[in-house]
């Protein structure tokens, strides 16, 4: 079946070639001047480094960004070097929103440092391993864990970036999981507001689903969250030449497969987008953006058969690890350090708040809270190893070797 691209309407292509000649400006685009930090004497914008800037390369040299290479998106038991990692989802989601967002005029330093920073927080093993990991928090707290909160944590607490509040309003507001056809900017003007905003959704489930962020340029990161898995896990489906036939999936306006998906949608939202204070879809769009979903989750993320994951293996290993881990904090804070979890984390997390020195002592943070961090930060294959040195003789996953 051959490709079917949509253009951008030459209305639309005539507009933007004479606003650029006129040096027409996007009113609504996000400013140097928006970007307050909670330092205010430092990281001040330059020419050579502008606010936006500074905060892509603080993110690309935050101490967990090398290990968004070793966690997976979706498919978690396969050794295959096709499947997407995080490391590549950020740059897809950085890339076509980088597209949408010089379309539309908008500042593509601060989208790129959302995009790049947006997952930094995600747990091992994709969306499974962050549902286990609320479980167990929400069990031993009364809190919830969400990955776009954690990236937020990571980011702003744990290695205290001093990070613009654009940046991290886009990050905490990032969920692709949460689709809307109309993404209205809700105005935020202070650290207190989203610090309001980060522990309400510490303290109730639903918060999360409500957060907008604060910049056209995070609406639009939030738009190609979406954009940028949903026809790239068609396509590493298609690698899974062992799981079994390739889905029968539905044939809809927007395509079929990924590189028609990313294409039609991004057109879509130009048209609809352009010279307005919010970004949009059209009615049709998002409609079969949001079919498209349902169906994947049918035919992918539900389907045993293509998504081996267990709750039978992996809730188990993450109990276990969890418990073990909290007694090994609670012995920290009495001084003992002879522990994996003193020695791979709490120690390292110091090490790298030694730059901030207004950061508090890590080792004395609540026990929950630090076994929260370190699960959160390990890769698939660390988590597979720390759990198996634990526990050599309980039960521990199997991957779906190169050669079966």
């Known amino acids: ?41 430092r990281d001040k914008p330059s020419l050579l480094r502008p606010a936006y800037v500074r905060d892509v390369e603080k993110i690309l040299h935050a101490p967990y960004y090398n290990r968004y290479s070793d966690k997976t998106q979706v498919f978690s038991l396969y050794k295959n070097d096709d499947l997407t990692r995080r490391a590549l989802h950020v740059q897809l989601v950085s890339r076509i929103a980088r597209n949408i967002g010089a379309a539309l005029g908008l500042d593509c330093d601060l ?62 507001c990032h969920n692709g999981e949460f689709g809307q056809k109309d993404y209205h900017p809700q105005p935020l003007d202070s650290f207190a507001a989203f610090d309001h905003m980060v522990e309400g959704c510490y303290r109730h489930k639903a918060t999360v689903k409500q957060l907008v962020p604060s910049t056209l340029e995070g609406c639009v990161v939030r738009i190609c969250d979406m954009i940028a898995y949903v026809g790239k896990d068609r396509q590493d489906v298609e690698r899974l030449v062992d799981a079994g036939a390739t889905p029968d999936y539905s044939v809809r306006g927007i395509g079929r497969n990924n590189a028609e998906i990313i294409n039609n949608i991004s057109v879509d939202v130009i048209e609809n987008s352009y010279g307005k204070d919010h970004i949009s879809l059209s009615a049709a769009v998002y409609h079969e953006l949001e079919q498209t979903k349902a169906e994947n989750y049918e035919l992918i993320y539900e389907n045993g058969a293509v998504n081996q994951l267990s709750d039978e293996v992996l809730r188990p290993m993450f109990e276990r690890l ?44 609540e026990p929950n809270q630090i076994v929260v961090d370190y699960l959160a930060s390990m890769t698939d294959d660390y988590f597979v190893d720390l759990h198996d040195l634990y526990f050599p003789n309980e039960k521990t996953i199997e991957y779906v070797p190169y050669f079966p």
């Open 111 to 172: 989208i790129e440092a959302i995009a790049l920073g947006h997952d930094i927080g995600h747990t091992p093993f994709g969306h499974t391993g962050e549902h286990y990991l609320s479980a167990l928090l929400q069990q031993h707290t009364g809190r919830f864990f969400n990955h776009n909160v954690h990236s937020v944590r990571v980011l702003d607490t744990l290695f205290a970036r001093n990070l613009s509040l654009p940046t991290l309003s886009g990050i905490l």
């Open 322 to 365: 969890y418990a073990r881990l909290l007694t090994d904090a609670q012995r920290a804070q009495r001084g003992d350090t002879d522990s994996y979890l003193y020695r791979h984390h709490i120690a390292f997390v110091q090490r790298q708040r030694r730059h901030y020195p207004t950061a508090s002592d890590y080792q004395l943070e």
């Open 1 to 41: 079946m051959p490709l079917r691209y949509q253009q951008l309407s030459d209305k639309l292509v005539a507009r933007i070639t004479t606003d650029r000649a006129a040096h027409e400006a996007n009113p609504h685009k996000a400013t140097d001047a928006q970007a307050l930090r909670r330092d205010t004497q």
